[in-house]
Structure formats: C-alpha cells, structure tokens
C-alpha cells in the first residue's frame, strides 16, 4: 500500500472516528444529566443536612462529566473538519482535545480503583443521616425527607444489625411498604447499574480516544509533509503567445465593429502579425471559404461607401 492510500485509509478512518465519538459524547451526557436531575440522586442531594456527605462528590463528579463531554465534542469536531480541509491547525486542536479528555478518562479510571465505594459510601452515609434522625423524631422535615427516598427506591427502612432503632421501625413501613426490600441494599443494587454503564462508557471512551490520538497525530505529519489526497492539484499557467489576446467570436465582432473592423479581426485571428511573420492570404487555388465580410451583399454596400474594392478579398468572391 502507497503512501498515498496509507492517508486516505487514515482519512476514512479518522472521520469514522469522530462520528463515535460524537456519539459517546451524547451518551456521557445523557448520564451526566440524569445524573445531576435524575430522581434518585437529586432526592439524595436536596437532603437538607448541616453537612450532606454525598453532595460534594455529586458536584465533583457532574462537573468532571461535563468537562469530558465538552472535549471530546470539541476534539470530534476539530479533528473531523481538519480532515476534510487538511488544515494543520485544526488537527494540532483536535489533538490536544483528545489527549485532555485522555488525561481527564485515566484521572476517572485510577479514582475507580482507588475508592472504588466512595459515591456508594456518600450516599448510604447521607441515608443513614436521614433515617435517624426521622427515627429520633425531632424534625418533621426528616420524615418527609426520607419519605421521598423511599418512595424513590422503592424501599423501606433498614435492616442493620448495628442499628439502635428497632423499636421505632415498626411504625415506618406498614402494609405494602413492609413487602419492600431495605433501603441499603436497594440504593447498592441502583449504584452499581449505574456504575456498570459509567465504567462501559469510560473503556469505551478510551480506547476512541487512543485510536483518534494515533490517525490525528499521523494526519498532522501527513498534512506538514504535503502528503495530502487528489483534492489538491498542482496547475502550472503557459505563458500566452506573444501577447495574444483571447478573440471574441467572428459574427459578434462584425455585429459591433461593422465590416471594416471584420476585416481585420479577421486576419488578427489568422495570427498575430509580430510572431508569425508577414500574414499570408489564402490563394485561390486552396479552395478556403470566404471570409463573412466578402459576401457579395456585404461588398457592395462597402464598394458603394468606398468607391473600391474592399482589401484582403480575392477577386474571385467579389464577382456578383
């Protein structure tokens, strides 16, 4: 494979690329707005607590999805008109966009192994919070609060060895709501969904990333080294002959010039007179047609105005 199929296989490839990419940046923040508005996280959030342990982490981790969509978009879209412009510049920006959003996937995936229970452990801490304090009973607010929780987990209560609150739980979930399953293990089961699709997106995300930082990277020192497809000819101008300018048509000469003026555009277009040497005019033995002006109407208006014969006609196509 030449070099120059080597580009065009990396051009396909690269647009391709971008096209995912787009696509995983809609999915990114698909979740990211679920996320932040989704029902099971906001009603965890707007736990109005002195200090809410889980809403740090929400606003860490919304703003880090947001930065992530915004360079990958922005990558896609500069790597992909560089492609079809070949512009260097562009291909530079799509390239540095990549390898942010490549620094900004590894940052997520180390802080995965690193507190791999670090959301889930906000969250149940911020539950925990909630339903003892709704336990205790000294506020209203707690128990309309953890109502909405439960209501969105479709749970009820907790269900601890550890906790202190038995005696009061009773009273927490009656009828249907004590057929529920506890709320500990409900909001495990919904975060770890969650997590399972955040960890697809991220490997995902990463492997595109890679493979666009490779063709850009490429590309770029293509399009440095001039290595560009057919889209780009090279043209050379011939010098015009001595001068010569471009002839209008013959009919539309005469039209405008009147005869006279027909004569000799008709021996210009012959050939110039400085390049090719003295004009020649045709004998009668070459048998050429006659010139449009040596008509015999046309020559008899002109013999009636002139009082001759007209120059550059052959004697034999002015006999009537």
């Known amino acids: 494979m030449g070099p120059w199929s080597r580009v065009r296989v990396a051009k396909c490839q690269m647009l391709v690329t971008c096209f995912f990419i787009l696509l995983l940046g809609l999915s990114v923040a698909t979740m990211v707005t679920l996320t932040y508005f989704g029902a099971h996280f906001a009603v965890i959030r707007r736990a109005s607590l002195e200090k809410n342990p889980y809403q740090a982490v929400h606003q860490w981790a919304f703003s880090a999805g947001l930065s992530l969509v915004g360079l990958l978009t922005l990558g896609a879209v500069l790597s992909a008109v560089a492609t079809v412009k070949e512009a260097q510049g562009l291909m530079a ?55 909405a929780i439960q209501d969105v987990f479709l749970c009820c209560g907790k269900r601890s060895p550890f906790s202190r609150l038995g005696s009061t739980e009773a009273d927490l979930c009656q009828g249907e709501e004590a057929a529920r399953e506890d709320c500990l293990q409900g909001i495990r089961s919904f975060l770890r969904t969650h997590q399972q699709v955040a960890s697809s997106l991220t490997s995902i995300g990463l492997a595109l990333t890679v493979s666009a930082l490779l063709l850009s990277s490429f590309l770029w020192f293509a399009i440095r080294c001039g290595c560009s497809l057919d889209r780009k000819g090279k ?86």
């Open 235 to 320: 043209y050379t101008l011939t010098p015009r002959a001595c001068g010569r300018q471009p002839q209008e048509p013959s009919l539309l000469r005469c039209s405008q010039g009147g005869p006279a003026h027909c004569l000799h555009s008709e021996a210009d277009a012959i050939g110039p007179r400085g390049c090719l040497g003295s004009l020649r005019w045709l004998q009668e033995s070459d048998a050429a047609p006659l010139p449009l002006s040596c008509h015999p109407p046309a020559h008899r208006a002109l013999q009636g105005r002139s009082g001759g014969r007209l120059s550059g006609c052959p004697e034999r196509g002015l006999s009537d």
């Open 93 to 147: 920006g799509g390239f540095l966009c990549f390898s942010l959003a490549f620094c900004a996937q590894v940052q997520v995936v180390f802080w995965r192994l690193h507190s791999p229970t670090q959301v889930e452990d906000a969250m149940l801490d911020t539950y925990d919070l909630v339903y003892e304090q709704a336990m205790k009973g000294t506020s209203h607010v707690r128990r309309q609060e953890l109502a």
